[in-house]
């Protein structure tokens, strides 16, 4: 009896390495049978407070593939939350509906408290810039698929390593696999020192760059961030770093035959498009493996895998 | 006699004594406590000279005994004060105020973004560090600490 079953996914610490693996497996199974009609008695709710593109439609793909019912909102616009409802009575109703809710809100910890109060599981889609944990499944998943394992692997970091919540959930997850880390980022936006901590506690190596092409020979995954303007305090110092951390095709000479490189999109400049055509540029598959978890993750949740 | 050294104000038959409180944080106690409208006797001694401290705060409250929540407010501003129960004049029990590994309810969470600070939700901490105070909050998962931290109404 798996242990997935009626739990609730809002951070990534929530599921156990064991069960990570059984969602990644699990996941596998539907790559290979995308369309099986398992969830056709299921109705679920997508609750997206604010706009997303990939995480609703990858959410809602996954469950009509699944045969599951699909109720919900894309903006709240329109719907009784802009009346003034409370998150507390807007869950508490759409659990009545539903038999699992997906939401994503700008709120930090809104999914977790959305999670106390539902009387159905909640998959946290992103809760502000607090946590993203399907994202994270998918990347994992990714990773493993590339290279055959999730183990003793060389994860590089590129990008807005401060401020991503991919990169630190990523780097909590990879803790568990013996994962060394090669960091590259402008000095502004270093990995905080409390998810380098969580590197040295799980006895793990982490190294820090400045520049992309240093890491080129190491990596077996070079996971791309954006660095965004906005982050800057001071113009000028963006435009100064601002193409630290830009990959092209011609950087990529020298590399490991089995490496490949991430982003969890949208991408603005930050690859360039001669990347694409490249058998390194794995983005657009990793998103679509976006459906497969998100089906897994559903389906043993449901108590149907 | 020893006692009265110490003791600079007079004893009480039934309450609770907070002794070994930082001169900064007396005022706090008080405010967290809400003893500004207690409607008994209570005594404030300020700067009193301690062995422990050098200089101390006390305070000394008439027919009163703080719950568990109470005493983990005044950990939270006076780390280490010492507690002191007393019943017909007697020391029942004295114990230092030590910080729970989880709090509830009192404490706002720093985050502006956090969901306890934009809905009638009841925040709840993990204590991450008792020694140098610091949450992290049980919903967004930030850190609240010595600096920046506030009570809830």
Same mark, same amino acid.
């Given at each position: 009896?798996?242990?997935?079953?009626? %739990? &609730?996914?809002?951070?990534?610490?929530?599921?156990?390495?064991? $069960?990570?693996?059984? *969602?990644?497996? =699990?996941?596998? /199974?539907?790559?290979?049978?995308?369309?099986?009609?398992?969830?056709s008695?299921?109705?679920?709710?997508?609750?997206?407070?604010?706009?997303?593109t990939?995480t609703?439609?990858?959410?809602?793909?996954?469950?009509?593939?699944?045969?599951?019912?699909?109720?919900g909102?894309?903006?709240?616009?329109?719907?009784?939350?802009?009346?003034?409802?409370?998150?507390?009575?807007?869950?508490?109703?759409?659990?009545?509906?539903?038999?699992l809710?997906?939401? %994503? &809100?700008?709120?930090?910890?809104?999914?977790?408290?959305?999670? $106390?109060?539902?009387? *159905?599981?909640? =998959?946290?889609? /992103?809760?502000?810039?607090?946590q993203?944990?399907?994202?994270?499944?998918?990347?994992?998943?990714?990773i493993?698929?590339?290279?055959?394992?999730?183990?003793?692997?060389?994860?590089?970091?590129?990008?807005?390593?401060?401020?991503?919540?991919?990169?630190?959930?990523?780097?909590?997850?990879?803790?568990?696999?013996?994962?060394?880390?090669?960091?590259?980022?402008?000095?502004?936006?270093?990995?905080?020192?409390?998810?380098?901590?969580?590197?040295?506690?799980?006895?793990?190596?982490?190294?820090?760059?400045?520049?992309?092409?240093?890491?080129?020979?190491?990596?077996?995954i070079?996971?791309?961030?954006?660095?965004?303007?906005?982050r800057?305090?001071?113009?000028?110092?963006?435009?100064?770093?601002?193409?630290?951390?830009?990959?092209?095709?011609?950087?990529?000479?020298?590399?490991?035959?089995?490496?490949?490189?991430?982003?969890?999109?949208?991408?603005?400049?930050?690859?360039?498009?001669?990347?694409?055509?490249?058998?390194?540029?794995?983005?657009?598959?990793?998103?679509?493996?976006?459906?497969?978890?998100?089906?897994?993750?559903?389906?043993?949740?449901?108590?149907?895998? | 006699?020893?006692?009265?050294?110490?003791?600079?104000?007079?004893?009480?038959?039934?309450?609770?004594?907070?002794?070994?409180?930082?001169?900064?944080?007396?005022?706090?106690?008080?405010?967290?406590?809400?003893?500004?409208?207690?409607?008994?006797?209570?005594?404030?001694?300020?700067?009193?000279?301690?062995?422990?401290?050098?200089?101390?705060?006390?305070?000394?409250?008439?027919?009163?005994?703080?719950?568990?929540?109470?005493?983990?407010?005044?950990?939270l501003?006076?780390?280490?004060?010492?507690?002191?129960?007393?019943?017909?004049?007697?020391?029942?029990?004295?114990?230092?105020?030590?910080?729970?590994?989880?709090?509830?309810?009192?404490?706002?969470?720093?985050?502006?973004?956090?969901?306890?600070?934009?809905?009638?939700?009841?925040?709840?901490?993990?204590?991450?560090?008792?020694?140098?105070?610091?949450?992290?909050?049980?919903?967004?998962?930030?850190?609240?600490?010595?600096?920046?931290?506030k009570?809830?109404?």
């Open positions: 009896m798996s242990t997935l079953k009626g %739990r &609730n996914l809002i951070s990534i610490t929530d599921f156990s390495k064991e $069960e990570y693996i059984e *969602v990644l497996d =699990i996941a596998e /199974g539907f790559e290979k049978n995308p369309k099986q009609k398992i969830l008695d299921k109705v679920v709710a997508t609750l997206f407070f604010e706009p997303s990939r609703r439609l990858s959410f809602e793909s996954a469950a009509n593939q699944l045969g599951a019912r699909i109720i909102f894309s903006d709240p616009g329109g719907t009784s939350v802009q009346k003034g409802e409370s998150l507390h009575d807007t869950i508490v109703m759409v659990s009545s509906y539903s038999d809710i997906v939401m %994503r &809100n700008p709120k930090e910890g809104s999914s977790r408290y959305a999670s $106390e109060v539902a009387s *159905v599981p909640v =998959i946290n889609a /992103g809760d502000g810039a607090n993203h944990p399907t994202q994270c499944m998918l990347d994992l998943y990714s493993r698929k590339t290279q055959g394992t999730l183990e003793n692997l060389n994860i590089a970091m590129v990008g807005d390593l401060k401020y991503g919540r991919t990169v630190h959930s990523l780097v909590q997850a990879m803790c568990n696999f013996n994962a060394t880390f090669h960091l590259v980022s402008p000095v502004e936006l270093k990995l905080p020192s409390s998810v380098k901590m969580s590197i040295k506690d799980a006895g793990l190596k982490y190294y820090q760059y400045t520049e992309i092409k240093d890491i080129i020979p190491t990596a077996d070079i996971y791309m961030t954006r660095v965004q303007r906005e800057f305090p001071d113009p000028m110092e963006y435009e100064r770093v601002k193409d630290s951390c830009i990959l092209s095709a011609d950087m990529l000479k020298g590399c490991k035959e089995n490496m490949r490189i991430l982003h969890p999109l949208p991408r603005v400049n930050e690859i360039t498009t001669d990347v694409d055509k490249t058998p390194y540029a794995y983005y657009f598959q990793q998103a679509q493996n976006g459906v497969y978890v998100r089906q897994a993750l559903m389906a043993a949740i449901l108590g149907v895998r | 006699m020893e006692n009265k050294k110490e003791l600079v104000v007079s004893a009480i038959e039934n309450g609770t004594v907070i002794d070994h409180i930082p001169t900064q944080s007396v005022y706090q106690v008080i405010r967290i406590l809400g003893l500004e409208k207690y409607k008994d006797e209570v005594l404030i001694g300020n700067y009193l000279n301690s062995q422990k401290l050098e200089k101390k705060g006390i305070i000394k409250i008439k027919n009163k005994h703080f719950t568990k929540e109470e005493i983990s407010k005044i950990a501003v006076a780390p280490f004060a010492t507690i002191i129960n007393i019943e017909n004049y007697k020391v029942v029990d004295k114990f230092q105020a030590e910080l729970p590994d989880h709090i509830e309810n009192f404490i706002r969470c720093a985050n502006p973004k956090c969901i306890t600070n934009s809905e009638a939700v009841p925040t709840k901490f993990d204590v991450v560090d008792h020694e140098n105070l610091k949450l992290r909050c049980h919903y967004c998962e930030k850190f609240t600490t010595m600096e920046t931290m009570f809830t109404e």
